[in-house]
Each structure stands twice: as structure tokens, then as C-alpha cells.
């Protein structure tokens, strides 16, 4: 196996990135070679999506051709995890004979043994070959998270740059797997099981060393990020360290926390991160649930200099009707209520969102209600999706797919003209601010092409003109995207992971742009 080259494709989510990171993390130690192109390798892994079909599809397509390839006699190994592993279940194999080994996202741990059986024997059987939680998914809900072996992937990630193969500049730790919300729409409860959290101690550990191999921004992750509560001497200990935590459900957030219990919040984590772990210069989180969330959590961001004013928070829709449908478990006017909360603790917050158009019985007036919703409150920017329907969700059974297709297509096209608007507004009330801004990456400006060019000679004028300008591009603690030139005498390149100081001086619905006033460190966050 040593040496055995691996090549590794992800789609979807910020959550299946991270499970790639800690998969490429775990093959490399146990001897395999990551490569960065499939022609190279000898096992071909997906780490697959399921929330819509369209990323589905894609991968069914990339399934197909390594099908191709192997049909015309190379010896391949292909692996499908992620979500639509667990999703499809062992039906995949009957369906497309060129798996081999499939695992679903609560058993990545698991994986070098499959890979492992699959390699040594053609006729592994199907039990050496393929990891799902199954039913399990959701039944571990009444279990000890204490058999959560997946616990060990978390806790055995490389820290080593050259190995997770990522800059480290950024970093994403996982505080919470699974989902107990059950939106109508989404696979998610099942296909990633129910919420689990993980100890206090771990993910401070954990933030700890990746600020030790040089990340300045952490990026925790949850579906439901601040339903976050670790309940101490609940869980039992395994060999001294307590033990990841089935969430509480919902009704927990209602109550007050009973006297004599010690729990961990959300707020408390953040806390803890903020003031254990100050070589973290930013500190963020994905996803929030928009019910649900504490003053406490803002009152802890308001305090917290290193702690970003950042809000991913979807609404999803504008209408009550739809988001009744949707069993959101919030109106619209509490969403207000929400935001309108944010901005009073954190004037200088960003707030982003995911929105979904094209929902079953969803009426021009609902859709309006959305677009009102787009226009009166201030989302830097929104995801916007055309619903699909998921097996396994409870909206494909319940209610008929009945938005027609292009009305999907066309109210999708009319929000983004409308988020578009709002990210210009939102945008431009920036211009004239200093802002920290942490550098990623260097790219070429090509000057504009002649006016009338043809697409021929549109394509040959980028390819033979030299760029007008090298430029940086950043993101500010609350994510504003920003484009600014390298200062004088320096290398755009060796800016890459630098926070610099930047003046605001124009802004578009998708950037800023600035000046960079000092190359300096950011220490807190003053004007974002
Ligand atoms: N159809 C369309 N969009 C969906 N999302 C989740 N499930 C679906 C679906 N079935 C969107 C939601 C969620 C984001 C991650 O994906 O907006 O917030
Ligand atoms: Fe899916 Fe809703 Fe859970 Fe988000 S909160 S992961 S949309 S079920």
C-alpha cells in the first residue's frame, strides 16, 4: 500500500471539506499518497453531496466515467462516501457495479479498513466493503455518544500542513455533527444522524493546534452551529477526557439551564476559544439557526475583539406560509426580530443567508414576500437555491413538486437581481472605512477587451495582453470580500496570509475595493 496514489474529489458543503481534510489527513498517515489528478491515481474517492440533486448528478457523471476507464481495463479502486453513500445505501453497488467501497459520513473512521479489504481481495464481501450507519443514523440519537467512534477522526487530525495539503491560514473545526431540526426539504438528519456535540476541552485543543501550526482564522462548523451545549458529567468518560454528547433537542433553548447542572453554551465555547487560544486572530462560525439564538451569543461577540461580527443565519423564505411548509419553526416578523437584535448589540455586523425559491404551493405573493425580505434587511449576500426534492425528506412526500421549472429558473434569476441590489447597498455603506484584511490569494487583471470584439479575438486579446494589474484579494472579519493592490516594493505572492490594513474606496454588489494603508499585524477588530 505504501505509496499508493490517491486522488480525492469533494462536493458540496463546508462540512464535507473538512471530512476530506481529515480523510486526506488519515490516508497519508497510513501510507497512501494524495495526487491532484485523477489520472494519477490508482483509488478514486467522492466525497458526495445529497442536499440538492443537481450535486448528485454531478457525481453520478464522475462515477460513470470512472466506470469508463475501468470497463477499458485499468485497475481502479473507487470509493464513494459522504452523504450519498449513506443516502443511496448498498442499492449504489446493484445500480453502478464500479463502486467498490462505499462510506457513509459518520463512518469515515472506518474507510483504510475498507480501502484496505477492497485492495487485498476483489472478493472482499460486500460487509468489508461498505461502512453506513443505516438506521443507525438516527437511533443513535437514544444511545452514548460514547460509541461515536467517529470522535477519533476529529481527534487524530494531521496538524502537519504538508499533510492535511491545505494552507493554513484558515482552518475549520467541527463542533457539532448532525441535525435534529428536520427543515421539510432537507436530507441532512439523514443522512448526517442526529446532533452530537463535541467536548469543550477538544475544541479548544483542537483550536489550540491548528493556531500553533499557523491558522489565524478559525471557522467553527455546525448545520446548527449554536445549539452547541455540552452537559459536563452527563456523557461518560472514556480513559479520562469526556466524550462527545447527543444534543439535547430542541426544547432545551426554551429553559433556563437547571441550577446545580454545569453546562457548556455556545456563548461559553466562544468565550473559552476568544480568551484560551489568542493566537487566533478570527474566530467565526457556520451555520446559525435563526431560532434559538442567544443574546448571550451576541453579548459574548460584542465583548470578544477577535470574535467575528459575521452571521451566516438563513431565512430561506420571506412568506409565514412557506416557512410553515417548511417547518423553519419561525415566522418572518421573529426573523426580523432576530436581525434587528443582531444590529442593535453588533452596528457593525454582516449577515449572509441561504434562500430557497420554487418551494411546493410556493404563490407570487410568497415569492414577493421573499423578495421584500431580500430588500429590507441588510444581507451582504444570500445563497440562493431552486428547491429540489430530496428522497428520504418529508416535503417529497407530502407536498407535489408543483413550481414549474422555469418559474423556478425565473424567480431564481429575479432574487439574485434583487440580492444583487442589497449586497450594492449593504456594500457601499462600507466605502471610506479602515478594515483588516486577511490576504488569499493573487490574481491578473486583463484590460477590458475592445468594445465590439468577437469571442475569437476576445479570447486571443486575453491570452496575448499582459495584465493590467497583479491585485490581492482578502476578506474582512465579517467577510466582505476585498480586491487592493500590493503596496509598493512588496510581493503581492508573500502577502498571501497577511492581515493588512485597508481603506475602503469603492464598492460593486460582489467586492470592495481598496487601498492597503498598513501591512501590519490585525490585532482586534476595530471598524468591521
Ligand atoms: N432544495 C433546495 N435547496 C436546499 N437546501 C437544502 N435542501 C434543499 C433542497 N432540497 C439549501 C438550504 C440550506 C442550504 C445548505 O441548501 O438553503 O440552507
Ligand atoms: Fe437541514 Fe434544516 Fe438541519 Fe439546516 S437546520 S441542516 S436546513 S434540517
Redesign the pocket.
Known amino acids: 500500500m505504501i505509496g499508493t496514489p490517491v486522488y480525492l474529489e469533494t462536493f458540496g458543503?463546508q462540512m464535507n471539506e473538512l471530512d476530506s481534510e481529515l480523510v486526506r489527513g488519515q490516508l497519508t498517515r497510513v501510507g497512501y499518497r494524495m495526487v491532484e489528478q485523477p489520472e494519477d491515481a490508482q483509488v478514486i474517492l467522492f466525497n458526495t453531496c445529497s442536499?440538492?440533486e443537481h450535486a448528485e448528478s454531478k457525481a453520478y457523471s464522475r462515477i460513470g466515467l470512472i466506470g469508463m476507464r475501468k470497463a477499458a481495463g485499468e485497475k481502479l479502486l473507487l470509493g464513494v462516501i459522504g452523504c450519498m453513500a449513506e443516502r443511496d445505501g448498498v442499492d449504489m453497488l446493484r445500480r453502478f457495479p464500479q463502486v467498490d467501497v462505499m462510506c457513509g459520513p459518520g463512518e469515515l473512521d472506518r474507510l483504510p479498513a475498507l480501502l484496505d479489504a477492497a485492495r487485498r481481495s476483489e472478493a472482499a464481501s460486500q460487509a468489508e466493503r461498505v461502512a453506513l450507519a443505516g438506521n443507525r443514523t438516527r437511533r443513535s440519537a437514544v444511545l452514548s455518544a460514547v460509541q461515536d467512534d467517529l470522535e477519533t477522526l476529529d481527534l487524530s487530525r494531521a496538524f502537519d500542513p504538508a499533510i492535511a495539503g491545505r494552507l493554513r491560514h484558515t482552518a475549520q473545526v467541527r463542533i457539532t455533527r448532525g441535525c435534529n431540526k428536520f427543515c421539510t426539504?432537507?436530507?441532512v438528519p439523514n443522512t448526517r444522524g442526529a446532533e452530537v456535540h463535541r467536548p469543550p476541552d477538544s475544541v479548544v485543543d483542537e483550536c489550540r493546534q491548528l493556531a500553533d501550526a499557523g491558522a489565524i482564522e478559525v471557522t467553527l462548523l455546525g448545520q446548527t452551529v449554536n445549539h452547541y451545549r455540552y452537559e459536563h458529567g452527563a456523557a461518560i468518560t472514556v480513559q479520562g477526557r469526556e466524550a462527545p454528547q447527543v444534543g439535547p433537542g430542541l426544547a432545551a433553548f426554551r429553559k433556563a439551564i437547571p441550577a446545580g447542572s454545569r453546562v457548556t453554551t455556545f456563548a461559553r465555547l466562544l468565550q473559552r476559544i476568544h480568551d484560551e487560544v489568542p493566537a487566533i486572530q478570527r474566530l467565526r462560525f457556520v451555520?446559525s439557526y435563526p431560532r434559538d439564538f442567544g443574546r448571550d451569543v451576541l453579548e459574548v461577540m460584542r465583548d470578544c475583539p477577535r470574535i467575528c461580527r459575521y452571521l451566516h443565519a438563513?431565512a430561506?423564505s420571506g412568506s409565514d406560509r412557506i416557512l410553515g411548509f417548511m417547518n423553519r419553526g419561525y415566522t418572518r416578523g421573529q426573523y426580523e426580530a432576530f436581525v434587528a437584535s443582531v444590529f442593535e448589540i453588533l452596528p457593525d455586523a454582516t449577515l449572509a443567508g441561504?434562500?430557497?425559491v420554487g418551494f411546493p404551493g410556493e404563490t407570487d405573493a410568497d415569492f414577493e414576500a421573499t423578495c421584500d425580505l431580500v430588500r429590507s434587511l441588510p444581507f451582504k449576500n444570500n445563497?440562493i437555491?431552486?428547491?429540489?426534492?430530496?428522497p428520504g425528506?418529508t416535503a417529497i412526500t407530502r407536498f407535489p413538486d408543483d413550481v414549474p421549472e422555469e418559474v423556478k429558473r425565473w424567480r431564481n434569476n429575479q432574487l439574485l437581481a434583487v440580492q444583487t441590489q442589497t449586497s450594492e447597498r449593504v456594500h457601499a455603506a462600507w466605502v471610506g472605512r479602515t478594515v483588516p484584511v486577511l490576504i488569499e490569494e493573487v490574481f491578473a487583471e486583463m484590460p477590458a477587451p475592445p468594445h465590439q470584439a468577437s469571442r475569437v479575438e476576445l479570447k486571443w486579446n486575453n491570452r496575448l495582453a499582459t495584465p493590467t494589474r497583479r491585485a490581492m484579494r482578502g476578506h474582512t472579519p465579517g467577510d466582505l470580500i476585498v480586491a487592493l493592490d500590493a503596496p509598493p516594493n512588496m510581493q503581492a505572492e508573500s502577502m498571501i496570509g497577511r492581515v493588512v490594513q485597508v481603506r475602503l474606496e469603492s464598492a460593486s454588489a460582489l467586492l470592495l475595493n481598496g487601498k492597503c494603508i498598513q501591512t501590519g499585524a490585525e490585532t482586534v477588530q476595530t471598524a468591521d
Request: proline share 10%; charged share 20%.
Open positions: 458543503c442536499v440538492r426539504y432537507c436530507v451555520t438563513p430561506q441561504d434562500m430557497i445563497f437555491f431552486k428547491y429540489s426534492p430530496r425528506t
